[in-house]
């Protein structure tokens, strides 16, 4: 079974420039989820979904991220424009469905973006 | 405000020896848990998880124990190898609220040979 995919793996922006992540899920999984994890910190959500519609994007920073799931497969992330503070890890997740027992995430390997 | 807290950045075992690692938890909604391995470079990859429902749950040289009054949860390796030495992250959600999963600072295990 092919595991979430995401690219690119690695990612270095000077400040106030865009960038954009992709994700492809796990084949058949409605959820998809969008974390950061900024060093030394456990991975935050940053925005859920539910096939293509948004289930919680609460800690979104909406005035310089966004996130679609286009078709409720592939979901691409992006941020304009990057802040120092953005660089972290950027991870995408899917799972069947959300609820009992079948939140068991599968990750991919991240993005790791470094901001100057 | 950290709903979910593992207040050992790190912990160094000797192979063979059991690795207890902790988690404490805020929300009393959370019913729902689960521990996460994490090698460098790479996601987090899926161990164990338990219902509120149980007080223990075994798979192989990994057991997780959940005391709801005491909001803590526990994962022991037994024994502990090398191979295990990863950051571990635990987590939890609300089945009910169909919240997200909700994630420790993690705990670094070191496994001495």
């Known amino acids: 079974e092919a595991g979430v995919a995401q690219s690119p793996r690695y990612k270095i922006i000077e400040k106030r420039q865009s960038v954009a992540f992709w994700c492809n899920p796990i084949?058949?999984?409605?959820?998809l989820y969008w974390y950061q994890q900024i060093l030394g910190q456990g991975p935050k959500l940053l925005i859920q979904?539910?096939?293509?519609?948004?289930?919680?994007d609460s800690q979104l920073p909406k005035d310089r991220f966004s996130a679609e799931r286009l078709k409720g497969v592939d979901s691409t992330l992006k941020i304009q424009p990057a802040k120092l503070e953005d660089s972290a890890v950027y991870l995408c997740?899917?799972?069947?469905?959300?609820?009992?027992?079948?939140?068991?995430?599968?990750f991919g390997q991240g993005t790791r973006l470094t901001v100057v | 405000d950290q709903q979910v807290k593992q207040n050992s950045p790190s912990l160094s075992v000797q192979e063979g020896r059991i690795s207890i690692l902790n988690c404490d938890y805020t929300?009393?909604?959370?019913?729902?848990f689960l521990w996460y391995k994490k090698y460098p470079a790479e996601g987090p990859t899926f161990l164990i998880s338990?219902?509120?429902?149980?007080d223990k749950n075994e798979d192989g040289r990994f057991t997780v124990f959940l005391n709801k009054s005491a909001k803590h949860l526990s994962l022991h390796i037994v024994p502990s190898q090398p191979g295990d030495s990863a950051v571990y992250f635990c987590?939890?959600?609300?089945?009910?609220?169909?919240?997200?999963?909700?994630f420790g600072k993690g705990t670094r295990l070191s496994v001495i040979a």
């Open positions: 997740a899917s799972s069947l469905i959300h609820g009992q027992g079948a939140n068991k995430a599968f």
């Open positions: 084949s058949g999984h409605a959820t």
């Open positions: 979904f539910q096939n293509n519609g948004v289930v919680d």
């Open positions: 929300n009393s909604m959370f019913d729902y």
């Open positions: 338990i219902s509120s429902i149980k």
């Open positions: 987590a939890a959600y609300d089945i009910s609220g169909n919240t997200p999963l909700v």
